[in-house]
């Protein structure tokens, strides 16, 4: 592989197609213990039970791959206690029981003014009449909240929708009684906000960098693609709109991040561009999303663009690494996310933390497992008033454990990814495994590569490597 940090940009494409092609192979679940990866020098192993990556020598890593290849989970277990490698699961076949949640994300305003064709909120209003949330039923979600945490705890308040800002009164109302009450009762908080960003203004910039909020606004690329993708309900582009809200809010950005959120679509991959364009404009991250699934299958991605997807993402990540290399601040989320995680050596039973310490809250104040899963029945866990349902959490948590998913159980991946987001797995089923597995034997690659070659980004002196968006696992973006 030529140096990274001198690529043209021709050579860039290049690589990243050979790369993706050759992940794409090397992804395939073969063992349901180890993942193998040939990496510069010295092969790599991740050994699935707590999810370690190790240097090994040639000969050692051949003995993995030809019981591999034999398809022999015996002898790879046994090889793993010959070399010191085993260890008692991680992760047991028991699910979380009664957990409390510590993040809420309310549905302030399940309403919105854009049209976008592939909205899993159904153009905002999740299918049924327009309505804002009350201020009553914020601040009953807030004191909920901080009932349920001990002091010196953190909790999250994420608004999102619809348009959240269609309901900027109750917004503004929620977050000053939240942050009053935390500040009184000693509670960390953070705040949140997913935007169309049609509705933002001057004032709104600096509410949000007073409050400190993760901004994330949805953005789909260029003015073209993005005015195709995200229209006003008449049919008007939405793009110069959002680009002139967002300025101001972008200029503060001392406690408040503003990130790029793209959803991706077959008409919009130029992922590189993207990325580069939205880097370029001062977003303090820049993450993708793959539309897997639309209410009408709108814009969903299939097998073929998912190929397509891995290559763009991977040609992210090669200026993503080269960026690094050279001492560049590169935000690329998703890639900054999974390094994260694959540092840390998370492994998880569950995708996300919907459901557990997760829950979404809709306007008249039901609660069910996620934003997503607003006035859904099928995710719906109980309601403001009553409280959480706690047999149907805890059946939720028992039914979406990884253990119990198929093809999961078996599958390398399983802790990294925890089995896909719920809510697009309820829908659709599991349509991009080979799309996960490969973009997580990449971003293994990438993090064997920059451990090498520049120790120092993964060091606890480097808080500023760190920065990334919240995101569910290392597997698929988040989809929130
Ligand atoms: S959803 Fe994730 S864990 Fe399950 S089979 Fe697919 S890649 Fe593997
Ligand atoms: S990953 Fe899916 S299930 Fe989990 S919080 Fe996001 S949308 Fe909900």
């Known amino acids: 592989m030529p140096a990274l940090n001198s ?33 510069g020098p010295e092969p790599q192993m991740l050994v ?32 793993l206690a010959e070399n010191g490698l085993d260890a008692p699961p991680a992760i047991d076949d028991l699910p979380i029981r009664d957990p409390l949640p510590h993040a809420f994300s309310l549905a302030i305003a399940q309403k919105c003014n854009l049209g976008c064709g592939y909205c899993y909120a159904q153009q905002g209003d999740f299918g ?14 807030v004191d909920w ?41 000693n509670f960390k908080l953070g705040f949140s906000i997913t935007t169309n960003g049609t509705l933002l203004n001057e004032d709104d910039a600096d509410f949000f960098e007073t409050y400190g909020f993760a901004v994330t606004v949805s953005l789909d690329g ?27 809010l972008l200029k503060r950005q001392k406690c408040m991040q503003v990130s790029a959120r793209v959803t991706v ?30 209410p009408d299958s709108q814009g969903e991605m299939d097998a073929a663009h998912l190929v397509e997807l891995l290559e763009a993402m991977i040609a992210c990540g090669l200026a993503f690494e080269q960026h690094t290399l050279r001492g560049v601040r590169y935000p690329f989320a998703n890639l900054l996310g999974a390094l994260r995680e694959l540092h840390r050596g998370t492994h998880r039973p569950y995708p996300c933390g919907a459901g557990a310490g997760y829950l979404g809250v809709s306007a008249d104040g039901a609660l069910s497992a996620c934003h997503r899963f607003v006035d859904a029945e099928e ?7 009553l409280g959480i349902d706690a047999s149907r959490q805890n059946r939720w948590l028992a039914e979406r454990h990884v253990h119990t998913q198929e093809p999961c ?7 990294l990814c925890g089995g896909g987001c719920h809510h697009e797995v309820l829908a659709r089923g599991r349509t991009a495994c080979d799309y996960i597995r490969s973009w997580l034997h990449y971003a293994l690659q990438a993090y064997g590569r920059l451990s090498r070659l520049h120790p120092a980004f993964f060091s606890d002196n480097e808080p500023a490597s760190w920065e990334w968006a919240p995101r569910p696992s290392a597997g698929l973006p988040e989809n929130s």
């Open 7 to 39: 690529l043209p940009a021709s050579n860039a494409q290049e690589m990243s197609r050979a790369l993706a092609q050759q992940a794409a192979i090397a992804a395939r679940p073969r063992s349901c213990q180890i993942h193998l990866l040939a990496n």
């Open 48 to 79: 699935v039970n707590g999810s370690q990556l190790y240097h090994l020598p040639p000969e050692l890593a051949a003995r993995f791959d030809g019981a591999r290849a034999q398809r022999d989970e015996t002898l790879i277990g046994a090889l």
């Open 128 to 141: 049924g009449p327009s309505k804002n949330m009350s201020l009553d039923t914020a601040i009953r979600a």
């Open 145 to 185: 909240l901080l009932k349920k945490t001990s002091p010196g705890g953190k909790i999250n308040l994420a608004f999102l929708g619809g348009e959240p800002l269609a309901n900027r009164k109750v917004l503004r109302a929620a977050t000053e009684y939240a942050a009053a009450q935390a500040t009184a009762k």
């Open 222 to 248: 260029t003015r073209k693609i993005h005015d195709l993708l995200r229209p006003f309900k008449n049919g008007a582009g939405s793009f110069d709109r959002i680009i002139a809200n967002t300025a101001p």
């Open 265 to 294: 679509t077959p008409s919009n991959l130029d992922l590189p561009a993207t990325l580069d364009t939205f880097i370029g404009m001062g977003f303090h991250s820049v993450g993708f999303s793959p539309l897997l699934n639309a």
């Open 379 to 385: 995710g719906k866990l109980g309601d403001l008033v």
């Open 409 to 415: 159980r078996h599958c390398w991946a399983r802790y």
